[in-house]
């Protein structure tokens, strides 16, 4: 057989792998005559394929289920094995986790960390420990069988550019960073030689809001809320990154011309009027001069007492949170405007700020967005909150192995 012969059966071979690994994600329990019938594959094909992906330990057959005539088939599924590590970075913490073939979180950890001061290798060095961490507790729940980790995603808070970290306002000292470089030389043990993507985090957030929610919510825009502010705009099901993959800038929009400055250089950016840091200082709540706990991670910080407040009806916590809505009811109306889209999504902070910010968002958009006599647009809550960002970095290995399963799922070629 010619080497061009061999390569095109390569190709129908990781095309019919990743086909059938996609069907049993997307029906569950399918036996392999089911998978066969809905792939137009022979049954002899699939029950090869299925073979091999169990070999890789990305599926597991179940027991056959007995309801029925006939001999029953075996239920397949994806497997709860450890596969992906997502990473988040952010201005105040860290985070990590990692999922299964299903994206089920099998282990994860969040630290404190003012990631402002300092240099950032040292930073990047604990993200690397963090990911290590999370993987040795999947280790030590299976036992002598570890999990093969096939990939790793970055989640960073700012702009994201050919496998770079190129500028992120709230963190000075990392423009133009080789974030995915560094981490991946930064990985101990068994995680050495493992591949590191990277991605914006509000990117990765509403990919995971995405994956979550139910089939009608295929077009919104997110918007999450830490110290910075970042967006992510999803159209017919597929992430949107604009021309040159910057999209979603939405915390630096200027919703007050003469609002204070911004880490980015310019005025009243959204971020400024109604960021994290903003929220703490219109409801006088102080935070230590190191900035560790101030993070949406830490219940007993600044954030946790913000919450307690706002629950408590105290009414300049309260009357801050309603203008922060109002200043993120400016700034969604003008994106519904240009890009049409029938919802929004409160993620990170403003996920668990909801009951405060979602009435004046809203009535922002009834006021500001055109076409709202005929398509009113929606607000929802993202049931995922602060843990979006580093789901959807995992998730987005997941998403690599399910394309190719023989490139990044380890199945034999």
Not at 29 to 48: F, I, K, M, N, W
Not at 177 to 189: F, I, S, T
Not at 265 to 285: H, S
Request: aromatic share 2%; with cysteine; glycine share 14%.
């Amino acid at each position: 057989m010619s080497d061009e012969s061999k390569a095109g059966t390569g190709g129908v071979r990781q095309h019919n792998l990743a086909l059938v690994l996609q069907r049993i994600g997307a029906a569950p329990r399918s036996s392999r005559a089911q998978v066969a019938a809905v792939t137009g594959l022979s049954r002899a094909t699939v029950s090869a394929l299925v073979d091999d992906l169990l070999a890789a330990r990305l599926i597991t057959e179940l027991a056959p289920e007995r309801n029925g005539r006939g001999r029953p088939g075996n239920p397949l599924q994806l497997a709860s094995r450890g596969v992906a590590i997502g990473v988040e970075i952010n201005v105040d913490y860290l985070a990590a986790c990692v999922t299964g073939v299903d994206a089920t979180v099998l282990a994860s950890r969040t630290v404190l960390r003012d990631n402002r001061r300092g240099r950032p290798g040292p930073a990047i060095a604990a993200a690397g420990r963090l990911a290590a961490a999370v993987a040795a507790d999947v280790a030590a729940q299976d036992g002598p069988d570890p999990p093969a980790i096939r990939g790793i995603a970055v989640a960073l808070p700012g702009i994201v550019g050919e496998g770079r970290l190129l500028r992120a306002p709230n963190l000075p000292a990392w423009t133009d960073r080789d974030v995915a470089a560094e981490l991946a030389r930064a990985l101990p043990g068994s995680l050495v030689g493992v591949q590191v993507t990277l991605d914006n985090e509000a990117n990765f957030a509403a990919l995971a809001h995405l994956a979550h929610s139910g089939p009608e919510q295929r077009d919104f825009v997110l918007v999450s809320g830490e110290i910075g502010v970042g967006g992510g705009l999803v159209l017919d099901g597929e992430l949107f990154r604009g021309v040159r993959g910057y999209a979603g800038e939405i915390g630096h929009m200027v919703v007050d011309p003469r609002g204070p400055r911004c880490h980015c250089g310019a005025t009243g950016c959204l971020e400024q009027v109604a960021g994290q840091e903003a929220l703490l200082r219109g409801a006088r709540i102080a935070w230590p001069a190191d900035g560790g706990s101030t993070a949406t991670g830490n219940p007993n910080g600044a954030v946790g007492e913000l919450l307690a407040r706002a629950e408590a009806g105290d009414r300049r916590t309260r009357s801050t949170l309603h203008d922060a809505g109002v200043a993120i009811g400016v700034a969604l109306a003008g994106v519904v405007n240009v890009v049409d889209v029938p919802a929004v999504v409160l993620g990170g902070l403003y996920a668990r700020l909801g009951a405060w910010l979602a009435e004046p968002i809203a009535g922002e958009l009834d006021r500001r967005v055109l076409s709202r006599r005929w398509t009113p647009t929606a607000v929802h809550v993202s049931p995922l909150g602060a843990e979006a960002a580093v789901r959807g970095a995992a998730e987005s290995v997941i998403a690599r192995i399910l394309a190719d399963p023989v490139r990044y799922g380890g199945v034999d070629a």
